[in-house]
């Protein structure tokens, strides 16, 4: 065990709090009864951080903890950290890239397809007993169909990878051209939903991206238009969606991520033309235990010397000697 004091915001899968609990002091934000007595008490001895995406890091909690160096965070998407408050501490903060991209990507061409040719409905339908009555109704398809990525970075590339395999053409729009990818680049989001026939949110949430995907955008994607967000439910305005969805503005809708999890719009939930997961993008044994292993390795390796393995890049990366 490293003399190192390490503060668990929330749980995590019983694999990693084993493994934290062998290498450092672990002390347990989620149990404690009196929280400002908790930080009161330990705040000063935390040095590191474990946390799940979701849950707030803000500049009040950093306050708390004056010798903080390392917030080691588990889900690709950091956006409820406060990096440059954190930043300015001279904390570093990791999260978990790479080892959950293709797992989300396949999620997301699962989504997708689910919305397209109605896969719950239809078993829906088979176990309510209609099949001897009549067949199943002709369903919509991704043939001839343009899909749109909003956010061409691990997960988008790895979506468009297998998109190709569909024999489906691919747009994309970022803060950037990639000149190394083959898709059509739109500078202006309205006009790549106008030019697709479904839109795949995969941009990171924050302030820059909260409700980008908005009634605008939903109009430009017209009414034989699908929307798929496996991102965050941040960058959809969620009140416009279902506007959209109601009206008939777009045709439908596949959603793993909402603004308010795990608190979803009953309008939503009673829509039959929407497909609707609870978060579960990287929810498989196989890269949920992939991604706790890169949370102990961040820590680990930033207390042996040999600097974090995924920093942000939001944070510095200080110089340090190991033992330090």
């Given at each position: 065990m490293l003399p190192v004091d390490l503060l668990l915001l929330k749980p995590l899968q019983p694999s990693v709090m084993e493994a934290l609990a062998e290498r450092f002091t672990l002390h347990r934000a989620d149990t404690a009864p009196d929280r400002p007595a908790f930080y009161a008490a330990i705040g000063p001895r935390i040095r590191a951080m474990a946390t799940g995406a979701q849950a707030p890091v803000d500049a009040a909690l950093l306050e708390r903890l004056p010798n903080l160096e390392i917030v080691a965070s588990f889900g690709v998407g950091y956006d409820t950290i406060d990096t440059a408050c954190a930043a300015a501490r001279g904390i570093v903060v990791t999260n978990t890239p790479d080892v959950l991209s293709d797992e989300v990507a396949d999620l997301a061409l699962g989504l997708l397809l689910a919305t397209l040719r109605q896969i719950p409905q239809a078993d829906r339908y088979l176990r309510a007993g209609h099949w001897p009555g009549k067949p199943y109704p002709l369903t919509p398809t991704l043939r001839g169909r343009t899909v749109g990525i909003l956010g061409l970075g691990r997960i988008g590339r790895a979506i468009a990878t297998r998109l190709e395999g569909f024999g489906v053409a691919i747009a994309y729009h970022g803060?950037?051209?990639?000149?190394?990818?083959?898709?059509?680049?739109?500078?202006?989001?309205?006009?790549?939903?106008?030019?697709?026939?479904?839109?795949?949110?995969?941009?990171?949430?924050?302030?820059?991206?909260?409700?980008?995907?908005?009634?605008?955008?939903?109009?430009?994607?017209?009414?034989?238009?699908?929307?798929?967000?496996?991102?965050?439910?941040s960058v959809v305005d969620e009140a416009a969606l279902v506007a959209a969805l109601r009206d008939g503005t777009i045709l439908g809708a596949g959603l793993d991520v909402f603004a308010r999890e795990p608190h979803?719009?009953?309008?939503?939930?009673?829509?039959?033309?929407?497909?609707?997961?609870?978060?579960?993008?990287?929810?498989?044994?196989?890269?949920?235990?992939?991604?706790?292993?890169l949370v102990v390795e961040n820590l680990t390796h930033w207390f042996a010397g040999r600097g974090p393995l995924t920093p942000v890049p939001e944070t510095p990366v200080p110089v340090r000697s190991a033992g330090a």
């Open positions: 803060r950037r051209r990639q000149a190394e990818v083959p898709y059509a680049y739109h500078a202006s989001l309205v006009e790549m939903a106008r030019a697709v026939d479904v839109l795949v949110v995969v941009a990171p949430g924050g302030p820059e991206t909260d409700g980008l995907v908005g009634a605008a955008v939903l109009e430009a994607l017209g009414p034989q238009g699908i929307l798929v967000n496996v991102a965050r439910g979803v719009p009953a309008d939503l939930v009673a829509m039959d033309h929407v497909v609707l997961l609870p978060h579960v993008g990287s929810a498989s044994v196989h890269t949920r235990e992939a991604m706790g292993r």
